[in-house]
């Protein structure tokens, strides 16, 4: 009897070694074709090293020495090292790590990124399509052509609106956040808390494919929710907004701004508005704040019309494109 059990316990180990072994070999094989057929499409795509581990219930891929380039877009991503983490019996879960330090290239230029803990969970379909995903950071920092961000605590999630396809609900959260060198937002102190809720419908679905392949292109945005408070100060934005096909929005946002004055100021020290816009945007402020009662307290919309921003009477000129690289 005990033979027999002994005989079926290394039949059974026998056979998931060799499962673990062809997986593995799959997986190498899979990453590397990956890299090759980006180099057939003229991209700078390699890596100095990649390594699978994790017997007996683990697929863990790590690559080292991770470039890519894509020269048509103008976009690409370097990093010491990038990990894909899995079990060999949930293929459709994945985990992602990256390192403390990467760099981003974007048709605006670099941009650097040093995080502490920066890892994401994502599940995908057996098509490939993303149903959801969610990054952490205890520590984010981004340094890049238009200035410089911090955050700490980090959380965003990402997840597919059953039945509606193409429409995901996105979700963001941020403990602390900061400018430290050329500051985003006001001033340079740390932020009480960063909180963003929103539905986007995208022209196409998001698959692992979408690196390579066009972007899915933002369609329409619901913004639910999204506050920032800094010190006494409170800013809430929401609204709708429509994207043609060149990322021109149009639709409003409501915005409400508490101690509205003091914002402004910091803005101004921080030279992120010059003196000129700033004394103009104050005093037609004032007066849009003085009529609903409450001069600390501002309430207006941010009109968006093809492309084109007005802040309530005020036009502020020509709105980001909303366009993904």
Do not use: C
Not at 19 to 38: H, P, Q, Y
Not at 46 to 59: A, C, Q, V
Not at 185 to 212: I, K, N
């Amino acid at each position: 009897m005990n033979r027999v059990i002994f005989a079926v316990a290394a039949a059974l180990l026998i056979g998931w070694a060799g499962f673990w072994v062809l997986s593995s070999w799959t997986l190498k094989r899979d990453i590397a074709g990956w890299f090759d057929a980006r180099r057939a499409e003229g991209w700078q795509a390699e890596y100095t090293d990649l390594k699978i581990r994790g017997f007996p219930s683990r697929l863990d891929a790590t690559l080292t020495g991770v470039r890519l380039n894509d020269p048509a877009r103008g976009v690409g991503w370097e990093a010491a090292f990038f990990q894909i983490l899995g079990l060999t019996y949930r293929p459709g879960h994945l985990i992602l790590v990256w390192p403390d330090t990467q760099r981003l290239t974007l048709p605006s230029g670099p941009v650097a990124i040093d995080s502490t803990g920066l890892r994401a969970s994502l599940v995908h379909g057996a098509e490939g399509q993303i149903l959801r995903a969610n990054l952490e950071a205890e520590v984010f920092n981004i340094d890049g052509p238009q200035g410089a961000l911090a955050l700490a605590g980090l959380r965003a999630a990402v997840t597919g609106v059953a039945g509606t396809p193409n429409l995901y609900r996105i979700g963001l959260t941020s403990e602390a956040l900061a400018g430290p060198d050329s500051p985003l937002l006001p001033g340079t102190a740390r932020a009480d808390a960063l909180q963003l809720q929103a539905e986007v419908s995208f022209d196409r679905g998001w698959t692992l494919d979408a690196l390579t392949g066009p972007r899915p292109q933002p369609q329409k945005i619901d913004l639910r929710q999204a506050e920032y408070r800094f010190e006494g100060l409170e800013l809430n934005l929401a609204g709708r907004l429509n994207a043609d096909a060149g990322g021109r929005a149009s639709g409003q946002m409501t915005v409400r701004a508490v101690n509205w004055r003091e914002m402004l100021g910091r803005a101004r020290d921080a030279g992120q508005l010059p003196e000129g816009l700033a004394d103009t945007l104050e005093t037609a402020l004032s007066m849009a704040a003085g009529l609903k009662g409450k001069p600390d307290t501002l309430d207006l919309s941010l009109d968006f019309n093809e492309g084109r921003v007005a802040f309530g009477l005020i036009p502020l000129g020509e709105a980001p494109r909303l366009r993904l690289p």
